[in-house]
């Protein structure tokens, strides 16, 4: 049991791993091109995947297994706002599938906590996945312009700050 749940916990930091590094590419980019709330929400987002992996190392450690640290994936070096937001729906996508299988393949193997945390973790991919969904809808109906406009208002706005790309939701961790 042990065994075979370290190793898909292992699988499932390696992935968690590749979307930090895709979502702090995409914040760099999107901070570049101006468009700061949604490279806020990149940023954030970036933020909750390392909570991610976070979880799935103490996980590993509980079960007396080794942390491996390597990402799935490469880098894609996207610079448009609307593929970058195709990309990381895709990313969560595939997160969402694999970990909805592993949850199912802990049951099988009896191990009702690594379970729960796959469950866990289907529920706040689901919520990434939305929250770039929504925006990939407003680029594709605005247009980047939408974009620009957002980061228009956040400079004007002035102190709030709070606010951002994925109206204002505030995902637990
Ligand atoms: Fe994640
Ligand atoms: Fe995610």
Redesign the pocket.
């Known amino acids: 049991m042990r065994e075979k749940s370290i190793n898909l916990l292992n699988q499932a930091i390696a992935d968690e791993l590749s979307?930090i590094h895709q979502y702090m590419y995409f914040h760099f980019r999107l901070d570049d091109l101006g468009y700061t709330p949604l490279a806020n929400l990149l940023k954030q987002?970036a933020i909750?995947?390392m909570q991610?992996a976070e979880r799935i190392a103490e996980r590993i450690l509980f079960l007396g297994g080794e942390i491996e640290l390597k990402a799935s994936k490469d880098v894609d070096k996207i610079h448009e706002a609307e593929a970058m937001l195709e990309r990381a729906k895709a990313?969560?996508q595939g997160?969402i599938e694999m970990y909805n299988r592993f949850a199912i393949e802990c049951g099988q193997n009896a191990d009702s906590a690594s379970k729960k945390l796959f469950e866990d973790l289907v529920n706040?991919?689901e919520m990434?996945y939305d929250q770039f969904d929504r925006q990939s809808g407003f680029v594709k109906r605005f247009g980047e312009r939408y974009l620009a406009l957002q980061s228009f208002q956040a400079g004007a706005g002035g102190a709030g700050g709070a606010g951002g790309a994925g109206g204002g939701q505030e995902p637990a961790p």
Do not use: D, F, G
Request: glycine share 0%; hydrophobic share 25%.
């Open positions: 979307a987002t909750q995947e991610h990313l969560e997160s706040a991919e990434h």
